[in-house]
């Protein structure tokens, strides 16, 4: 699967916030988006997935060369979309069990309840999630870093193409930080699947190996290139960058 | 003209003397329900049509593949009782001795529209429990051929505990109307509870009054799901009247096409030391229409109480309407006594979210729906009662079906469990 953004523009309330971007993401790639705050980096990432008030005012989204833009939300993670949030909202009284179950179901797939299970909590283990968190309704009362672990865990779940994840990093102590980055590496790997990472901060990365890096800055991508991208933006940070765009 | 019906129009003469009838701002606020045609619907009863074996036929149809034994069913032309069931009686009017009819809590005076529904009770049902019994109760009530109106006694002796299961059916096939009024009195330290689940057809117009009193250390837990019926208008009056009582009110209702909802209850710890708690829910769909009140009140002297009326609602379309109105009277300084209300559309973000992980939109917004209503469905003691109420839910959201057999199959429903946590955490509080 291919995943292709062509001069997309995007406007909020009649101001443009995404400014003409072009991004080509393939399965088993690596990439990795980083900007400074308000850049519109959740921006691009929601309006890939099809949040519906992010139309695009120009421009297109291609999976496999097929324009996405008038497709749903659902029908775009169908085709093998994921999008982690940067803030998950908690869901009232939705076991975290029972909507991993709707969601396998929603994909067509046939669902073993009990290998579902046994799945869930091989990668609650492995995210070294609380004993009963997974027994809980869906993010509610999770601590922030709980709910980044259960995003990674729905993806490995899910098995998606081609993954968003937006800061998963943001919220985790320093511990945390490299048990979601290693289990990022591992679902990556194992369901060859292609990976965005949009972050601010580089210590998700020293444990990952992104081949792509793009800087955003004012709705664009203002640079690209591989990971001495991220030892300059440690160095010189984002300023360089924003009077640049 | 009978004395019946003289009876009868000086009832719906009074009522409509109520200021809910007479004035614009409380009509507003309040779902008017039309004497004349209730009335009407009664006045026009037949002989009932029903045999007892089409009675207990329909009975067994009311869960899809899952027959529950009741043991009790009462239609409009009759009832049925399990006759191993020691502890139900069911009397006529006429038979009732003076002590009893003394005991009836509602009078003309106290409330008309209870007096109108006095007008047609045929039959009383009277559910004694003696001191330290325990029993469990399924009841079924149907509006047939013949419009239901039937009071039900509970009297729960020392240290008693009684738990009911009641079902509301219609197999009318016309206008009807279903009107079944409630006393219950919890002695000291019994404990009842019932759970009630309305699932009337289309036609039929719903009536409740309830009064319960919980006595020295009784509970009092009461669950109550109003899915059926066109109109429904419910009165609960409760009162905890003896030392360290308690009473727990958990109110869901599922309005969906024009389905028209007055819910209303009313709560005093009129003892020291007690507690009340109502918890009202509302999901409305299409067009339909709700008003949910809750009223506690703390009468001066009741040192030591604590209170809560927690009414919250979600609107699944821009022309459904909810209108929840939590108040609180409070006389006694020493209480603990807080109140809150939530009412909003249902949230894009989290249909957002939950589409994002391949859920289609009506599916992310049941799942949403039955979270929001989980928790209070977990409330329900009775086994039959939340598997029953998770799928009329279910159903309802799927088909917009009311009214119509439901199954029991536990087949992806997910019932929460009862949040133990203080009621009061996180609430403003007065101390």
Redesign the interface.
């Known amino acids: 699967m291919i995943l292709e953004i062509k001069d997309l523009h995007v406007s909020i309330e009649g101001k443009e916030v995404i400014k003409g971007i072009d991004l080509k993401v393939g399965q088993g790639e690596v990439h990795v988006i980083m900007g400074h705050n308000g850049s519109g980096k959740t921006t691009l990432a929601k309006t890939i997935m099809g949040y519906p008030r992010l139309k695009p005012t120009t421009g297109d989204i291609l999976v496999d060369g097929q324009s996405i833009v008038g497709l749903s939300t659902d029908k775009r993670a169908k085709l093998g979309l994921f999008l982690g949030f940067q803030n998950p909202v908690e869901v009232e009284g939705v076991g975290f069990i029972n909507f991993l179950h709707s969601a396998k179901e929603a994909m067509a797939t046939t669902v073993n309840t009990k290998e579902l299970m046994a799945d869930i909590r091989t990668s609650a283990v492995n995210l070294k999630m609380v004993d009963n968190l997974i027994g809980r309704s869906l993010n509610q009362g999770f601590s922030g870093g709980e709910k980044k672990k259960a995003e990674v865990l729905q993806m490995g779940v899910l098995q998606p193409k081609i993954a968003i994840l937006d800061e998963p990093d943001s919220g985790l102590d320093i511990d945390a930080v490299k048990v979601v980055a290693e289990n990022i590496n591992e679902f990556g790997k194992k369901y060859n699947m292609g990976l965005i990472i949009i972050t601010h901060y580089s210590r998700i990365l020293s444990y990952m190996n992104p081949e792509f890096v793009h800087v955003m800055a004012n709705g664009k991508i203002v640079a690209e290139g591989g990971k001495e991208l991220i030892e300059k933006l440690e160095k010189d940070g984002y300023e360089s960058f924003i009077k640049g765009s | 003209m009978n004395s019946y019906r003289l009876f009868a129009e000086d009832a719906i003469q009074k009522y409509k003397e109520l200021p809910e009838e007479q004035n614009e701002l409380y009509k507003r606020k309040y779902v008017s329900l039309s004497p004349e045609q209730l009335f009407e619907i009664f006045q026009d009863k037949k002989d009932s049509t029903e045999s007892i074996e089409e009675i207990e036929a329909l009975s067994k149809s009311i869960f899809v593949d899952s027959p529950v034994k009741f043991d009790a069913i009462i239609w409009g032309g009759g009832h049925i009782v399990n006759q191993a069931q020691k502890n139900i009686k069911i009397v006529p009017v006429s038979d009732i001795s003076m002590e009893m009819l003394d005991r009836k809590l509602y009078k003309n005076s106290d409330d008309k529209l209870a007096s109108l529904m006095h007008a047609f009770t045929k039959e009383i049902v009277i559910l004694e429990v003696p001191e330290g019994q325990k029993i469990q109760i399924n009841l079924l009530f149907v509006n047939a051929s013949q419009p239901l109106a039937t009071q039900v006694i509970v009297n729960a002796g020392k240290g008693a505990v009684v738990e009911v299961f009641e079902w509301y059916a219609s197999s009318a096939g016309s206008n009807s109307a279903s009107a079944v009024m409630h006393e219950c009195i919890a002695e000291e330290y019994s404990n009842i509870s019932i759970d009630a689940i309305h699932n009337e057809d289309h036609r039929t117009t719903v009536v409740g009054l309830s009064k319960y009193s919980a006595m020295t250390n009784a509970t009092l837990k009461l669950n109550y799901l109003y899915n059926g019926g066109s109109h429904c208008r419910v009165k609960n009056y409760l009162s905890a009247s003896g030392y360290e009582a308690s009473m727990y009110v958990n109110e869901l209702v599922f309005g969906s096409s024009t389905q028209k909802f007055d819910v209303s209850s009313y709560l005093e710890n009129s003892s020291q030391a007690t507690t009340a708690e109502l918890h009202s829910k509302a999901v409305l769909a299409d067009q339909s229409f709700c008003i949910l009140k809750g009223f506690a009140k703390i009468p001066f002297g009741s040192k030591n109480a604590r209170s809560f009326v927690y009414e919250s609602g979600m609107l699944l379309n821009k022309d459904a309407y909810l209108e929840s109105i939590p108040a609180m009277s409070i006389d006694e300084n020493e209480v603990k006594a807080t109140h809150s209300s939530a009412t909003g559309p249902i ?4 249909i ?10 009506q ?2 917004k049941k ?2 729906v ?6 209070s469905l977990g409330k329900f003691r009775n086994a039959t009662a939340k598997l029953a109420g998770a799928n009329l839910i279910a159903e309802k959201m799927e088909k917009g079906i009311f009214g119509a057999p439901v199954k029991l199959s536990a087949e ?1 429903i ?1 019932v ?1 469990k009862e949040n133990e946590e203080d009621i009061f955490k996180g609430h403003y509080k007065y101390r």
């Open positions: 949230d894009e973000e989290l957002f979210y939950l589409m994002s992980k391949g859920l289609p939109e599916s992310a799942l949403i039955e979270g929001f209503l989980s928790s992806n997910w929460g």
